[in-house]
């Protein structure tokens, strides 16, 4: 069975590809670099032993996709690519319309043309907004809150009514929690450009001696130590999780990836000081704009729907993220 990966050599992109390879599947990969380096999939390469196949192009060229679905027997996609940032998104919402609506856009319509109607989509948490639910069920209300989220949302909605409209689309709509860490080879890992926004990739290179101390944005949440709580998803489990939607396409389903826990920003801290044995300076800041207090997923339907959950602790997240770090401190440019 052979499956388009776009954005394949991004970070959850590029730990899906290796165990995609892993069960079987052969992997065609789109991307067009925007936000990945070459030497991922090289990486993927290594650690499977496989090739995969690579063209350099952009989602949105409905030519580029033409081509591929020619040349190539595609059986189902996974659609990764877009962009992330969600500072950028409310900089310049059109850019990411553009992108991540556009893009899927031009996808389905070419599927729809090479009928091709199996997809796994990347949604994101995110789509629920300033939710109240603790944990955050499939059928909570919808309010995403920045750019980034509606059009995740946008094109989930896109989704939802092509499948009401040709019953033979099979698509998975994957609700992202916080992913995390890195394949335990510490061959691919995250790459941020600059530095990093989120939490994980920060204290690592503080840990790494790159960065000075940690910010922790705000310790007076109602939270057990005032600290923000995230659902932490290993991205070996995401990727997995994306496997068993794959095995199980039918129809539409709507599901949450997560490990169904919260932990607090001092919790990360202390596990990575206790995993990796390095000290994580840190100073108390001011809470961050738009940060909520709880965040976690329900992930009961991931489990009765895909027979998926997650298997790595947060311990296995911090050491793989030290792992991947301290043999790659410039990232992929190491
Ligand atoms: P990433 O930026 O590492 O990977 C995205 C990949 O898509 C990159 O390789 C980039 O070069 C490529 N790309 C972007 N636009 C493209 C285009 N128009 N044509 C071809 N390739 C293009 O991001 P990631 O963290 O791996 O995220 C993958 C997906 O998951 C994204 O859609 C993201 O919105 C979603 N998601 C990510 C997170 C997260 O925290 N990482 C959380 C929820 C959802
Ligand atoms: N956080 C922090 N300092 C940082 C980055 C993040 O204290 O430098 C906190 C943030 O306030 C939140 C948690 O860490 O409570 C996770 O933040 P991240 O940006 O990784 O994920 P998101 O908030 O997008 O879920």
Redesign the pocket.
């Given at each position: 069975m052979i499956v388009l990966v776009?954005?394949?050599?991004?970070?959850?992109?590029?730990h899906t590809c290796v165990e995609l390879i892993n069960a079987g599947y052969e992997v065609v990969v789109?991307?067009?670099?925007?936000?990945?380096k070459e030497e991922?999939i090289k990486r993927i390469e290594n650690i499977t032993g496989k090739t995969v196949v690579l063209v350099k192009?952009?989602?949105?060229?409905k030519d580029c996709l033409r081509s591929i679905f020619k040349n190539y027997s595609i059986n189902a996609v996974i659609?990764?690519?877009?962009?992330?940032a969600v500072g950028e998104s409310v900089a310049n919402p059109l850019k990411y319309y553009d992108?991540?609506v556009m893009?899927s856009l031009a996808l389905t319509e070419i599927m729809a043309e090479f009928n091709v109607k199996n997809l796994v989509f990347?949604?994101?948490?995110?789509v629920y907004g300033f939710s109240d639910n603790k944990p955050i069920p499939e059928t909570s209300q919808l309010s995403p809150f920045n750019p980034?989220g509606q059009s995740?949302r946008m094109v989930e909605q896109i989704l939802e009514d092509l499948s009401k409209s040709d019953a033979s689309w099979n698509i998975a709509l994957l609700?992202?929690?916080?992913?995390v860490g890195a394949h335990k080879s510490g061959m691919i890992g995250?790459?941020p450009n600059g530095i990093p926004n989120?939490l994980m990739p920060f204290v690592s290179q503080v840990a790494a001696g790159k960065l000075k101390e940690l910010s922790i944005f705000g310790n007076d949440y109602p939270t057990k130590d005032g600290t923000g709580v995230r659902d932490y998803i290993h991205v070996v489990d995401l990727a997995l999780g994306h496997i068993a939607a794959l095995k199980k396409l039918n129809g539409l389903m709507i599901i949450n990836l997560g490990a169904g826990a919260g932990y607090s920003v001092l919790d990360l801290v202390h596990t990575f000081e206790k995993t990796t044995g390095i000290k994580i300076p840190f100073k108390i800041v001011n809470r961050r704009p738009g940060d909520i207090a709880i965040y976690f997923a329900d992930a009961t339907m991931a489990k009765e729907k895909l027979g998926w959950q997650t298997k790595y602790s947060l311990e296995d997240i911090c050491r793989d993220s030290w792992h991947w770090q301290s043999k790659n401190p410039n990232g992929y440019n190491t």
């Open positions: 776009t954005g394949g050599a991004g970070y959850i992109g590029s789109l991307d067009s670099f925007i936000n990945s991922s192009g952009d989602v949105r060229d659609h990764f690519s877009g962009l992330k992108y991540n893009g990347s949604s994101s948490a995110t980034y995740k609700r992202y929690f916080n992913p995250e790459d989120n």
